[in-house]
């Protein structure tokens, strides 16, 4: 165990703990609210947060050359994807086909029972985490949303490069993640729910270290300034030529 002379000098992102974070989650209700624990108010949120991936999305094929702006994306997989929240209420709308990933059971459990698995909208599900989730298929859309504060930024690198290997040739990847407001410009642990909250520095660093453009990038809007909540920041990626 760290001593707190310790913890000083460790990096945020060296105080993940797995074990931590995969209970923290499944002491949470396995419901969409419930995916919103550290955030309430989950109906007027959830609202904003999938009406503004929605315009961002569509924002972002339009930067892709030879990317249809019409239409549903054939396959797409939703990467930290809970009980579906974001593939129900988003996803399915704008895709034919969506995988899953998710490592907690009881989460999972609820996408299969789901009327989207029986419509055939949820493809293959993937019970684990996306440190350990080596795609099998080739993907038009990977989504990652509120889940890679639970990697180190060494796992982080990892994934996004095998991420940009799935892709299709218009293929996108989306991140939509928290940001820090560290006054230090650092990035900020969370013990909580053992994660870590990179800054917007970051997150640029490693995508230009793992070969990867950002093609659009907006701040999620329509979140009330007195909620004092963190803000949340949209990336598309893709490949450098």
């Not at 969409?32 to 569509?58: E, H, N, V």
């Not at 900020?188 to 793992?210: A, C, G």
């Amino acid at each position: 165990m760290l001593d707190n002379t310790s913890k000083q000098k460790a990096t945020p992102d060296s105080l993940i703990n797995r074990d931590a974070s995969i209970k923290y989650w499944n002491d949470m209700p396995a419901t969409a609210g419930g995916m919103l624990a550290m955030i309430g108010s989950y109906p007027w949120y959830t609202r904003i947060d999938l009406r503004g991936s929605k315009a961002f999305l569509a924002k972002a094929r339009r930067l892709v050359p030879g990317c249809s702006t019409e239409g549903k994306i054939k396959q797409a997989v939703d990467c930290g994807a809970g009980v579906g929240r974001v593939t129900e209420g988003f996803l399915s709308h704008v895709c034919e086909t969506v995988d899953a990933v998710e490592p907690v059971a009881k989460f999972t459990d609820v996408i299969h029972e789901s009327q989207l698995k029986k419509d055939d909208a949820v493809g293959d599900i993937y019970t684990m985490g996306i440190e350990d989730w080596y795609p099998e298929k080739k993907y038009d859309l990977i989504w990652t949303q509120w889940c890679v504060g639970h990697l180190t930024d060494v796992q982080l690198v990892d994934y996004i490069v095998r991420c940009r290997e799935a892709l299709n040739e218009t293929g996108i990847l989306v991140l939509k993640e928290n940001l820090s407001t560290d006054f230090g410009g650092e990035d900020m642990y969370d013990d909580e729910d053992s994660s870590v909250t990179r800054t917007d520095e970051k997150f640029r660093k490693i995508f230009k270290e793992t070969g990867m453009n950002v093609i659009i990038s907006e701040i999620q809007g329509g979140i009330p300034k007195t909620m004092n909540l963190l803000p949340v920041r949209m990336y598309a990626l893709r490949p450098m030529s």
